[in-house]
T-cell receptor, first 117, second 114 residues
Framework: SQTIHQWPATLVQPVGSPLSLECTVEGTSNPNLYWYRQAAGRGLQLLFY??????ISSEVPQNLSASRPQDRQFILSSKKLLLSDSGFYLCAWSNPGVAGLPQETQYFGPGTRLLVL | AQSVAQPEDQVNVAEGNPLTVKCTYSVSGNPYLFWYVQYPNRGLQFLLKYITGDNLVKGSYGFEAEFNKSQTSFHLKKPSALVSDSALYFC????????????FGTGTRLKVLA
């Protein structure tokens, strides 16, 4: 079965410090990978998605970046954190479409709560 | 453009009563529709999906949802609510083609009162 891991679970960082959040998926290959941010326990904002190694699509221009160095590893980074970067960060994966059909269900990791002070 | 609307920020229901959480969508072509549940400080858990076929789909924890193409709705239902169902519920839609993205509603907080 497939599992998705995120770490750390919680993180407190000062303004201006760097950030690296990691997400890994087990039990599948060539997944589509996603980073979301959830503010104030409500709506999800799609930040980045990736359909393959080194292929990153950015949805919201900001001081965050993403990388996919390996097939099942997705990293969210920042060189200098802002107060507004605080939130709950969720990684998700879905299987790529099979036989010309689009991907179906998206599955989420446990999330990382980031507090920037 | 794709969009999802969850018109109610919060739904309150007494334990044992039926519950409905509403979702309407707008998408070009055939939609893929999903419901997720989120407990505090946790990731989203998949509940059920509609891809094709029977308009009534059954999912985890006794939840079901009805796809209504004419009303572009996909309401989540449960015949008898439990206090443990209290959580944040998200509806999501994905277009059949042309995108890798899923569009999520703003979420509805369900509170089941004992």
């Amino acid at each position: 079965s497939q599992t998705i891991h995120q770490w750390p679970a919680t993180l407190v960082q000062p303004v201006g410090s760097p950030l690296s959040l990691e997400c890994t998926v087990e039990g599948t290959s060539n997944p589509n990978l996603y980073w979301y941010r959830q503010a104030a326990g409500r709506g999800l904002q799609l930040l980045f998605y990736s359909v393959g190694i080194g292929q990153i699509s950015s949805e919201v221009p900001q001081n965050l970046s993403a990388s996919r160095p390996q097939d099942r590893q997705f990293i969210l980074s920042s060189k200098k954190l802002l107060l507004s970067d605080s939130g709950f960060y969720l990684c998700a994966w879905s299987n790529p479409g099979v036989a010309g059909l689009p991907q179906e269900t998206q599955y989420f990791g446990p999330g990382t709560r980031l507090l920037v002070l | 453009a794709q969009s999802v609307a969850q018109p109610e920020d919060q739904v309150n229901v007494a334990e044992g009563n039926p519950l409905t959480v509403k979702c309407t969508y707008s998408v070009s072509g055939n939609p893929y529709l999903f419901w997720y549940v989120q407990y505090p400080n946790r990731g989203l858990q998949f509940l059920l999906k509609y891809i094709t076929g029977d308009n009534l789909v059954k999912g985890s924890y006794g939840f079901e949802a009805e796809f209504n193409k004419s009303q572009t709705s996909f309401h989540l239902k449960k015949p008898s609510a439990l206090v443990s169902d209290s959580a944040l519920y998200f509806c999501a839609v994905r277009a059949f083609s042309g995108t890798y993205k899923y569009i999520f509603g703003t979420g509805t907080r369900l509170k089941v009162l004992a």
